[in-house]
């Protein structure tokens, strides 16, 4: 029972630890050339956890924020945890980070958004989307499903905003 007592007790000093980083930490006033100072970012995995956060404060800054996720049903859910003007923030789910051929489709599907909203381009890219792989499971692709998702679905994703010519030019 003593190594249980042992963890039980870290657990709870990295609780307090965490929770008083995450009330010390201040998120930066971001800024951009157009639109009075208002920023595009797109999010990925901003259905939870750090995408969720940057998410709802960038939105508190005034910026005009793209969540994307994989789950319409979470993407809509996270989007009720942003407190914000409903316009500013806007839920592009579908984003399919473990198959090439889906993020290109995604990046059609952004582009249409984009378009519908008037927004020429991205001026913030957040790629955080992630998971812990479990087993040996692997990507859509062939890979390993955590370097798949993480590493080369996100670079996809970069690149083909990158050609699309979605990023602004900040």
């Not at 201040?26 to 595009?40: D, E, F, I, K, N």
């Not at 939870?48 to 969540?67: D, K, N």
Request: charged residues 15%; hydrophobic residues 45%.
């Amino acid at each position: 029972f003593r190594p249980l007592g042992t963890t039980a007790a870290a657990a709870v000093i990295l609780a307090v630890v965490k929770h008083q980083a995450d009330e010390t930490v201040v998120a930066p006033q971001l800024s951009c050339g157009g639109s009075g100072g208002r920023c595009v970012a797109l999010v990925t995995g901003a259905n939870s956890g750090i995408g969720l956060s940057v998410s709802a404060t960038l939105a508190a800054q005034g910026h005009i924020v793209l969540m994307a996720c994989r789950s319409a049903a979470r993407c809509a859910s996270a989007r009720d945890q942003v407190p914000s003007n409903s316009s500013d923030v806007v839920v592009v789910p579908g984003l399919e980070l473990e198959s090439m051929s889906r993020i290109w489709h995604w990046v059609g599907d952004l582009k249409t958004v984009l378009s519908e909203r008037g927004v020429s381009g991205i001026d913030l890219l957040f790629e955080n989307a992630g998971l812990t792989p479990v087993g040996n499971k692997m990507s859509t692709d062939g890979f390993e499903i955590g370097f798949g998702v993480m590493h080369l679905g996100h670079f996809a994703l970069f690149r083909w905003l990158l050609r699309s010519q979605l990023l602004a030019d900040s």
